[in-house]
């Protein structure tokens, strides 16, 4: 691994030579052209499948299962009906939309397969740069939809500019550098800007001018923005900026009266551990977010780093149960997906037992369809 980390800092290093602690903008293109290819990217198409009736299962519609029946596919979406359609017999089981993980370090086709063998159908990249890396991993046939950040917005010398190995010229440190940051993300390909959020007491954290002037930037191009947040004060701050989600959960407890913003829940255990162990949970706060009707995602940090390692695909699994250990359903929807509905995309997981009596259920995976097409390297998670 650490070979492979040498070789990866190499190619940065070709990619972008010089040194200078201003962003330069990874791509050498103006706003304008920054807008116009990143429009011309995220206009990517579905691969048409063949239409097919799954029969003979239950149907679980975020709130309860419903009574045996039959869905529908057609051209990878879920519809009403399709006359002359093939069956597939679905044994009694229940039939649940595919499984979203709001937060991986994914980088590789096969990060996508271990993925797609667990029934995770739609993977959010929280950080996945250069382009060469990530675009492969988009618009697969019969792997999992990935949404990537590309760089992560910090700055010289913060922990996450060391972990990731990041140059001076790729970071920020000026309000005004801002708008071609986020511009050079998306013609990259990026369908979601990261900003780092370190602890308050850090001194190479972003200040609030980048932070609110990053946001801003993000929301005139119509994409959301995720913040890593390293602590409460963190959260507020991303919060006072607008954006729109708070990665992580802090060990504070939150005051059920602040405004706040979808969250992931972190598992953090090393891969070679032979059971869980939650070593960065706080049910506390994740129930009163919960509480103030704050929506929560499953995301599972899921990477492959030297000892910060989390498995792909079992690991969302854990952290479904751990999310409902804390008094939470397990519904988790984008906006077409994560839910069994006509017009919906078909990112389907056929499972045995019930998973609203015991959300481990989720294991037990019988059959997996990504926008209708079937995966059928699947894993008894």
Not at 217 to 239: F, N
Not at 249 to 272: D, G, I, M, Y
Request: aromatic share 6%; glycine share 8%.
């Amino acid at each position: 691994m650490l070979s492979l980390l040498a070789i990866f800092i190499a190619v940065v290093l070709l990619i972008h030579p010089g040194h200078s602690c201003v962003y330069q903008g990874n791509l050498g293109r103006t706003y304008e052209e920054g807008l116009e290819i990143a429009r011309s990217n995220n206009l990517r198409r579905g691969i048409p499948t063949p239409a097919k009736a799954i029969t003979n299962v239950r149907v679980f519609d975020g709130m309860k299962l419903l009574p045996l029946g039959t869905v529908y596919i057609d051209g990878g979406i879920i519809v009403p009906y399709v006359e002359g359609a093939a069956t597939v017999d679905g044994e009694g089981g229940v039939l649940l939309s595919g499984l979203i993980d709001a937060h991986s370090h994914s980088t590789l086709i096969e990060h996508m397969e271990t993925f797609a063998s667990y029934g995770v159908t739609t993977v959010i990249t929280a950080a996945c740069f250069p382009y060469a890396i990530c675009d492969p991993l988009v618009n697969q046939p019969g792997l999992p939809d990935v949404r990537y950040s590309g760089l992560v917005a910090t700055t010289p010398n913060s922990s996450h500019a060391t972990l990731l190995g990041l140059m001076p010229n790729e970071t920020i440190t000026s309000p005004s550098q801002a708008p071609q940051f986020v511009a050079d993300q998306l013609a990259a390909g990026a369908t979601f800007i990261k900003l780092i959020a370190e602890s308050a007491d850090s001194p190479t954290t972003l200040d609030q001018a980048i932070m609110d002037v990053l946001v801003a930037s993000a929301h005139e191009h119509g994409v959301q923005v995720a913040c890593h947040a390293a602590d409460y004060a963190a959260v507020y701050r991303a919060l006072t900026a607008q954006a729109d989600q708070a990665h992580h959960v802090p060990a504070e407890t939150f005051p059920s009266t602040r405004r706040s913003s979808p969250v992931t829940l972190r598992r953090a255990r090393p891969l070679s551990l032979p059971s869980p162990s939650s070593t960065n949970l706080s049910p506390p706060g994740v129930t009163a977010l919960h509480a103030a009707g704050v929506p929560i995602l499953a995301g599972t940090d899921s990477n492959d780093f030297p000892v910060l390692g989390l498995a792909y695909g079992s690991s969302l699994h854990a952290e479904l149960e751990l999310l409902v250990g804390t008094g939470l359903s397990t519904h988790n929807r984008l906006f077409d997906r994560g839910v069994i509905a006509s017009g919906m995309r078909a990112d389907l997981l056929l499972i045995s037992g019930d998973p609203i009596a015991n959300i481990a259920a989720t294991r037990n995976i019988q059959r997996v369809w990504i926008a209708g097409t079937e995966y059928t390297n699947i894993t008894v998670a």
